[in-house]
């Protein structure tokens, strides 16, 4: 049962424009949310997290808005850059779960120079 | 760098073997996690130790188990092993505490001939 949903397999952007990456969830308990971004050959990086008290986290140039009524969260990167070109994961986890992560199956992003 | 260690990074193998698979974490994390990501699959949360004890145990399969040794690492063990079994394997660890990112190593390619 995947609990964190990615529907897109892939999306290719232009340099200097927005990425916008989507995860859906089932669980109503999570209440914690990060996104990974995975290089081939290396481990997923951690890049940004939300809580569930905030609909919106800021890094730079990524934001994370969390929509709690609809299961849904997403992350912008805005301007995309050539080195943004990435797997991304998003995960989630309910407290009381010991951090127990649920990943979804990615989302590569090529951004296009 | 993540700070987290996994050795090897490549394993071929054949069917019905056993391999241990290592993991040292990051220094001061006392969480280790063990997730598998097959072909085209996001990360399956396997199991979680902290500072020596399970804490959390997800899809592990019989034929696979784990430990985490006094000096904080930890090797996952897969017998009987079967052609699905190969995947990759990545090791995370956290400090211990609510919204702790996981932090991953490089993963071990696992190859079941």
């Known amino acids: 049962d995947q609990q964190v949903k990615q529907n897109s397999p892939s999306l290719s952007v232009q340099e200097g424009r927005i990425s916008i990456l989507n995860c859906d969830y089932t669980?109503?308990?999570?209440?914690?949310f990060l996104w990974y971004k995975k290089y081939p050959a290396e481990g997923p990086t951690f890049l940004i997290s939300i809580s569930s008290i905030k609909d919106k986290n800021e890094d730079g140039r990524f934001t994370v808005f969390l929509n709690k009524s609809a299961k849904h969260l997403s992350l912008h990167i805005v301007p995309s850059q050539p080195g943004d070109s990435a797997v991304y994961f998003c995960?989630?986890?309910?407290?009381?779960?010991?951090?127990?992560?649920?990943f979804g199956t990615g989302t590569s992003l090529t951004v296009i120079p | 760098d993540s700070g987290v260690t996994q050795t090897p990074k490549h394993l071929i193998t054949a069917t019905g073997q056993r391999v241990t698979l290592r993991c040292s974490p990051r220094s001061g994390d006392l969480s280790v996690y063990w997730y598998q990501q097959s072909l085209d699959q996001g990360l399956q949360f396997l199991i979680q130790?902290?500072?020596?004890?399970?804490?959390a145990k997800g899809n592990i399969l019989e034929r696979f188990s784990a430990q985490q040794f006094p000096d904080l690492h930890s090797e996952l063990n897969l017998s009987s092993l079967e052609l699905g079994d190969s995947a990759l394997y990545f090791c995370?660890?956290?400090?211990?505490?609510?919204?702790?990112?996981?932090?991953f190593g490089n993963g071990t390619r696992l190859t079941v001939t």
């Open positions: 995960a989630a986890s309910a407290r009381g779960t010991g951090n127990q992560f649920y």
């Open positions: 130790y902290y500072n020596g004890e399970e804490r």
């Open positions: 995370a660890s956290s400090v211990q505490g609510r919204d702790s990112p996981l932090h």
């Open positions: 669980n109503s308990m999570f209440d914690y």
